[in-house]
């Protein structure tokens, strides 16, 4: 299950947060996911919710940026937002496309006491 991997890397962040910064209990964790990625932020959530329990990060809030996949043309430079996963420009409907975002999986955020 892809989300549980995820899920239990967030959660290492989270304790190596929490050590270095001397702190005992997380609040809000903000995290951005590209949709390249194929996390469902729903599934995250809910494998998030279960590998938390009786640590630190228990009853804290996951807060998800689903950050949309971008490209540019390479032909005629525009950018434009991938949505069903049809790599094609929209407007010289070429296929040579340099990918801008859609790739993150990252930890941007920790609130903690
Ligand atoms: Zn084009």
């Known amino acids: 299950m892809h989300e ?3 899920a239990q890397s967030i959660l290492n962040i ?3 947060e929490l050590l270095v910064n001397n702190l005992s209990k997380v ?9 390249l990625t194929a996390i469902e932020p729903e599934s995250l ?3 998030f919710e279960i590998i938390t329990k009786n640590t630190k990060a228990e009853g804290s809030v996951l807060e998800i940026d689903y950050v949309p996949i971008r490209c ?3 032909n ?5 937002t991938v949505d069903e996963l049809d790599f094609i420009c929209p407007k010289c409907m070429g ?5 801008i975002s859609g790739n993150e999986l990252q930890v941007v955020g920790l ?3």
């Open 76 to 80: 005629c430079q525009i950018v434009f």
């Open 4 to 6: 549980l991997t995820i």
């Open 27 to 35: 609040i809000k964790i903000s995290i951005r996911i590209g949709r």
């Open 14 to 16: 989270i304790n190596e």
């Open 111 to 113: 609130e903690a006491e």
């Open 95 to 99: 296929s040579n496309l340099k990918i």
């Open 72 to 74: 540019k043309c390479s």
């Open 45 to 47: 959530k809910f494998c």
